[in-house]
């Protein structure tokens, strides 16, 4: 049985087709039994027939149900979480409101205009200067 086992590595190995088939197998001492019993077992039903307990309904029953929160918040709840105000952000409101407080949104804008005043006033004070001397080097 280790020869024809090697034999049969080594025509494999050797990638001859005729040794991927197998070959007739020798006959036991049973073999008119074992007929006997693939001929009942061949007889013999497969399974139960499958028969359903209830009538089957043509077209199907979907229902759905939300059990939890979705993962993505509406957009009610967006805004509100976007452009709801903080208390001190009330409370600068009120005091912005009475005139008890100070404006910083108008002292923040008066800065940044005098910011761009300033800019847009050095830029025209270095174009003046640029062109005298552009005018002095050509005369």
Known sequence: MAVSTLLCCAAIAAGSPAALYAGPQEPSGGTASSLTR?????????????APKSPVRLRPTFKTRITERPWVPTLEEHLRDTFALTDFQR???AYAGKC?????????RAA????????????????????????????
Do not use: H, M
């Open 38 to 50: 693939i001929k009942q077992r061949l007889n013999a039903p497969a399974a139960p027939p499958l």
């Open 100 to 108: 008890c407080g100070l404006d910083l949104g108008g002292l923040f």
């Open 112 to 139: 940044d205009k005098a910011l761009d005043e300033r800019q847009e006033r050095k830029a025209r004070e270095q174009v003046a200067r640029e062109l005298a001397e552009l005018v002095k080097s050509t005369r």
């Open 91 to 93: 409370q600068y409101a």
